[in-house]
Structures are given as C-alpha cells and as structure tokens.
C-alpha cells in the first residue's frame, strides 16, 4: 500500500489544521493507521492510531485531547485532526499503515507502511 500525506502547513499557535492521508489499494479497512511525529533533532514519536477492526483510537499523553484520529474506509482516508495547536507540536508528521496487526501501536516497528511526511510549523 501507499501512503500519501497531506494538510501540513504553517499555524499560530491555539489554531488547527488537519492531515489527511490517502491510502492506494483495496484492502485499507484491513490497516491500523497511525500518525507519528519527528521534530529537529528528536526521535520519531507516536501520536494517535486508530485500528481496523473496530476504529478503537490511540493517543499519545501529548496530544489526548487536541488531536482526532478519524478514518474514512470509503475513501481510503485517515486524518489527524488537531486543535489547540502548540510550538511544541512543529514536527514532520507520518502517517503509517499496519496490516491487522495485533501488537502496540505506538511502536514504529509494528507498521509495514509509511507515508512521505508532511510540516506542520506551529509559531508562538
């Protein structure tokens, strides 16, 4: 499958953006998708996951209550909604697909798929 992200951009901090990411093939409701984050000079991290089965969501402590993972099997879509934006959140975000995996999803290595990346800039 390929992942393609989208939505990044430039944003005063309070403000909100969401990501999409658009997946190719037919078999995307068979996928956990998960949204990740790297900022300069840091480590990729976790940031919400959303699994196939039932669309139980995940979320990192960072983010619970900001952000929305949603999915739209129809159109092969998964999307980060984020509000209440903080510089702290200025990362590349990545989103990540993972077939009918069972393991933790907030670990990167459980995802078969990655998607391009995409800039989000929150000024203060």
């Known amino acids: 499958v390929q992942l393609q992200a989208s939505g990044g951009g430039l944003v005063q901090a309070g403000g909100s953006l969401r990501l999409s990411c658009a997946a190719s093939?037919?078999?995307?409701?068979?996928?956990?998708m998960g949204w990740f984050r790297q900022a300069p000079g840091k480590e990729r991290e976790f940031v919400a996951a959303?699994?196939?089965?039932?669309?139980?969501?995940y979320y990192a402590d960072s983010v619970k209550g900001r952000f929305t993972i949603s999915r739209d099997n129809a159109k092969n879509t998964v999307y980060l909604q984020m509000n209440s934006l903080k510089p702290e959140d200025t990362a590349v975000y990545y989103c990540?697909?993972?077939?009918?995996?069972?393991?933790?999803?907030?670990?990167?290595?459980?995802?078969?798929?990655w998607g391009q990346g995409t800039l989000v800039t929150v000024s203060s």
């Open positions: 959303i699994t196939w089965s039932d669309g139980h969501t």
């Open positions: 093939g037919r078999t995307f409701r068979s996928y956990n």
């Open positions: 990540a697909a993972d077939y009918r995996g069972l393991g933790p999803l907030h670990l990167p290595y459980e995802y078969d798929y």
